[in-house]
C-alpha cells in the first residue's frame, strides 16, 4: 500500500490487484487473466519493487516494451530494454547494468532467448521475479500464438527459484492450462477476473455482405457512434469501407499491406482523434490505449471468440455506453475456410518442404529456390514445421531438420482452428444473453451469470442494426402449438419438436429458429445446448422446455412475440416502431415516415457513394461539395428516373443538375 501511493502514485488498488500482488510478493507463481486496462502490469511491478533485485519482463512487442519501460523509468525506477531494434552499445550496456545487479527492470523479447550465451548471462544473478506479459502467446491453443513463446518453457528451470507471473488478458480453460503446463507453473495462484463489460451494447446481426458497407456508413453517419472501430475480413475490404466513410468524417484503413510509417500515423491520428475512424484487420489493436472508442464493428465473423471479445473489449473503455455490432451471414463460412487454407496449409506442402530439410544449416532463401515456392507461403510452412518440431531454426535464420512427429500435432492444431470458428458460429446463433456467453467462454468463475440487459438479446428493442417485428397470426398459431407440444414432456430437442409440428418440411429451419429465439426472448421457452454420440461421434442438438410463463401461455395471453427480421436499412432512433410491409420491403420503417430505406435504396446510396468519392477526388473537392449526404439520401430513396423528377429532390440545384445530373441519372437507372 505504501509502494503503491509513494512509487507508483496510485491512490488505490483496483479491483483484484491487491490479492495478486500479495501473492507474488509471497513468491508464488501466478497465472493472472483480467480484461486489457485492468491493471495487469502493476501486478507484477509492484511486486518486483517489494521484492528487490531484477525483474525479468518478457513481452511479445517492442511498442509495449517501450511504453511499460518509459512509464516505469519516469517513476524513477532503474530500468533496461533489450531489443532487435537497438544498437550494440545500448544492449551492451544494458547487459553490463544487469551483471552489476543495478536493474529493478529487464525487459526482453523472447527471441533474444535464442542468442547463445544470453540465456546463460541473464542466470548468473538470482531474478526477483519473471513476468510474462501476453501469456497467452505461448499457447497454440490461443489466437495469437508466437512461435518464439514456445521455447520460454525451456529456459525457465535455469532461471528459478525466482517465481514465475503469467499475465494475459484472453485465455480460455484450454490456454490457461497450456501457459501452466508449459511454464512449468509450481502450484499457481490462478486469478481470473473481469471479463464482464457492463457498459458494451453487443448486438449481432445478420447482414448479407453486398449491405455490410452501406449499414456501417449510416450507423457512423451518426456522431454519436465515433470514433469507432470497424474490423474488416479483408485488406480490400477494409481500403473500401474507409474509402466509404472517409466521404462523410475522417477515416483511414489499417492493415499489414500498409508499410510501418502509414501504419504508426494511422494509428496516432486515430489515438489523438484526428481520424475519427479506423477501418482494420486484426492487424490493428494491440496497445492501443483510447478510452472513447463508442463502436466496435465486425464487417465479417471473427475466427475466435477469444480475438472477438478481444476487439470489442477496445470501446467503451472509458466506462461509458458503447456498442459493438457483429455481421455475419452464411457467407462468413467460405471466407473463413479460405483463410483456414491459407493459414493451416496443407500437410502435403508441409512434407515437401521437410524432405528437402537434412543435418546441414540451410538458408531460407536456398530452401525457396529448391522448393520453388514463394516467399510466403514458404515461410507459413516454415513457421508451422518449427510449431510442431518438425524444423529447428537458429539466430541466423539457417534451418535444420527436427523431428518427425509434427504431423500429427499439426493436424490436431489445424482441426482445434475449425472448431474455433465453431464456437463463433454458435455464438451468433445462440438465443442467449451475449455477455453471458462471453463470460463463460473465459471461465469467469465469480461472475454471477446474470443477464446484461442491453444486448440485442436482452434487449431488442435497444437494437440499432437489428430489426425485430411482430409475429404474424400464423406465426403467433405456431408458437401456441409448440407450447402444446412440450406442456407433457420435461423437453424436445429443437428439430424434433419442428418435425412434429410440420411433418411436410414446408417451414425453413431458420424461420422455425427466429419463433423459437423469439419465445425464448418472451420467456415461454428455455433452450439448452446439448449433446449426445452416437456412432463414436459426439452430436449436437438443442434442449427446449417450457418456462412457468410458457405453461401458462394461452392463446388469449397477451404475450408479445418479436422476430429478428435482419437489418435495418437506416440508423435507427431508440423508439423506433417497426411494421412489416410487403414483399422485399419488410425491412420495416425506422425513425419516421421519410427515412424508409429499401434494399435496392442502400444499394443505390452506396454506389453514389462509390461515385461521390471518385468524382470528388477527381475534381479535387471535398465530398460534400459534389452532393451533400441529406440530397445523396433524397436521390437514392426517391430513384429520379428524369431531369423534371431529379429537380425535385432538395438539393439538386440546377449547377448541380448540369453538372452532375446525367452521370446520377445514369445510376439510378441501372439495375
Ligand atoms: P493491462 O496490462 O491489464 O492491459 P495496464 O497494466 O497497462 O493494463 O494498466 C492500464 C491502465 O490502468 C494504466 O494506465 C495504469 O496506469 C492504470 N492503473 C493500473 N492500476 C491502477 C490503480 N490501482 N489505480 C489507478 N490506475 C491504475
Ligand atoms: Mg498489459
Redesign the pocket.
Known sequence: MTL?RAVFH?????AN?EAVCRAAVEGRDLLLV?????????CYQLPAVARGGTALVISPLIALMEDQAA?LAAMGLRVARIHSAMDRAALRQACVDYLKGELQFLFIAPERLRVTGFPEMLAKRRLALIAIDEAHCISQWGHDFRPDYRMLGAHMEALRPAPVLA?T?TATAVVQADIVAQLKLVNPARFIHGFRRENLAIEVVETPVPERMGAICRLLADAAHRPAIVYAPSRRMAEQIAEALATQHPAAAYHAGLDAETRERVQAAFQSGALEVVVATIAFGMGIDKADVRTVVHAGMPATLEGYYQEIGRAGRDGKPSRTLLMHSYADQRTHDFFLNRDYPPVGDLKRVYRLLGERRISEEELRQRSKMDEESLSKILEKLVIHGGAKVDFEGHVTRGATGWKKSYGVQAQHRAEQFEKVQRFTESSECRMVELVRHFGDEEDGGHACGVCDVCDPAGAVLKVFRRATAAERELALAIVEELRPVEYKAAGTLQRGLDPAGRLLRGDFDALLEAMTRAGLVEIEEATYEKDGKVRRFRKVRLTERGLEMRRSSAVELLIADGMVQAVASRDHKVERTEGKKRRGRIGGAEAEWTTEGAALAAKLKAWRAAEAKRLGLPAYMVLHDRTLEALARTRPRSPREMQGVDGMGPAKMERFGAAILDLCGQK
Open positions: 503503491l496510485f491512490p488505490s488498488f483496483r490487484q483480467m480484461p486489457t486496462g485492468s491493471g495487469k502490469s502493476l512509464k499475465l488478458a
